[in-house]
């Protein structure tokens, strides 16, 4: 794939991976692949932002070649030190000995760990500049968005702004705007991208949102680190955001589960028809045949979250685990949950879910619903009700 002009001087040097179906190991799923962005600045200065992971870097050093020799780069930016990002730079340092490299002091710290290289680091803080001739890039700090050392760079003659892993996705295109791909899949994998990586610091990133507003920066490009670069309308993404970091949600409900002989199956049923007889939306999850960083996406928009197992061990099946453990972590703001299940001689897995939803700090409703083996004709109408009930509240 060749290199890509943003503006006059600025270009996309990274690769595309369309192959990769997991990311930080098996946490991620990326049905959809996944770019490594790194962008080059053309001035009296040469400025590389950001490298590329490791098995890439054969296209990096290609794309800046066919542009200029890298051994002419004087400053190399990077933005965060995560490897699918850095891990090309010692490489580029072989390369090109005596380039500078700006980050922040943990990106330092980090860079140092990584790579143990004795390179020239100069940290920078919010508000420093770096005038490279007829380019001047200013820098935003943004701690914990999603690591301690990440920032934001802003090319600011050509209003491009380089967040790194902000408003990015994961999504493998051969073209690189969204004025020339299906927006709506960027969007689902965008979303996707922030439920799974972002949502526990949604406070930070509306703080961040307005610290670049009272800022007075003019954002006409945004050039994230994964996916498309949003050139046609960066505020979509920015809105997308906004909302999701606020917690803002539809009058939709999920309802995930997973069973053993089908008990705790038909309660889920049950439950959804209930929800729908309100005309709310309702989404229907089996633990077992989902992916559940696509659930997590799904939740993202939801008001409601319902959780169902059958009791194991007086405790939930070990494949509803994973999801709840998530969900402490990410702690979604702003959603009602329930707990449902079957049990035989003893219960358990009702009383395990609604724990793990209150840690995730989802506000639990009153009535939880518990079976003894399998559900009556009245239990399940009380499913039901309670599914209307679900949707009243939504």
């Not at 997308?240 to 606020?246: D, G, L, M, T």
Request: charged letters at 25%; hydrophobic letters at 40%; a negative charge.
């Amino acid at each position: 794939m060749p290199n890509v002009k943003l503006t006059d001087n600025l270009y996309w040097v990274g690769a595309v991976d369309w192959n990769i179906r997991y990311f930080h190991g098996p946490a991620y799923s990326t049905h959809r692949g996944t770019t490594y962005n790194a962008y080059l600045v053309i001035d009296d200065q040469i400025t590389l932002v950001d490298t590329v992971y490791r098995p890439f870097s054969g296209e990096l050093i290609r794309h800046i070649s066919e542009i200029v020799d890298p051994s002419k780069i004087n400053n190399v930016i990077i933005n965060h030190v995560e490897t699918d990002h850095s891990g090309s730079l010692p490489l580029i340092m072989e390369l090109a000995p005596n380039a500078k490299i700006f980050c922040t002091q943990r990106g330092k710290e980090g860079l140092e760990k990584h790579y143990f290289g004795g390179w020239d680091y100069n940290v920078v803080k919010t508000g420093d500049e770096l005038n490279t001739g007829k380019k001047t890039f200013a820098f935003v700090e943004a701690p914990m968005l999603h690591w301690p050392d990440s920032m934001f760079t802003y090319v600011k003659e050509d209003a491009v702004l380089l967040p790194n892993d902000a408003f990015g996705q994961h999504i493998a295109t051969n073209f690189r705007f969204d004025d020339e791909v299906d927006v709506n899949e960027v969007m689902d994998e965008a979303a996707k991208y922030y439920a799974n990586i972002l949502l526990p610091f949604s406070l930070l990133v509306l703080k961040k949102l307005d610290e670049v507003t009272k800022m007075g920066i003019d954002i006409k490009m945004i050039g994230p680190s994964h996916g498309i670069i949003w050139r046609k309308d960066p505020s979509k993404i920015i809105n997308a955001y906004v909302k999701w970091a606020s917690g803002e949600a539809e009058r939709k409900a999920l309802v995930i589960y997973d069973t053993m002989w089908e008990s705790t199956e038909k309660m889920a049923k049950a439950v959804v028809d209930g929800i729908t007889a309100e005309g709310v939306t309702a989404k229907l999850f089996k633990l077992s045949a989902s992916d559940r960083n696509d659930i997590i996406k799904e939740m993202i928009n939801a008001k409601a979250v319902i959780v169902g197992s059958p009791t194991i061990n007086n405790d939930i099946l070990p494949n509803v685990a994973p999801l709840l453990d998530d969900l402490k972590g990410l702690k979604p703001k702003n959603k009602i949950g329930m707990a449902f299940g079957s049990f035989g001689w003893g219960g358990g897995a009702v009383k395990t879910i609604e724990e793990k939803l209150r840690a995730a700090g989802l506000e639990i409703l009153d009535e939880s619903l518990t079976v003894k083996w399998v559900p009556t004709p009245e239990e399940l109408d009380h499913c039901f009700s309670a599914g209307r009930m679900i949707a009243q509240r939504i």
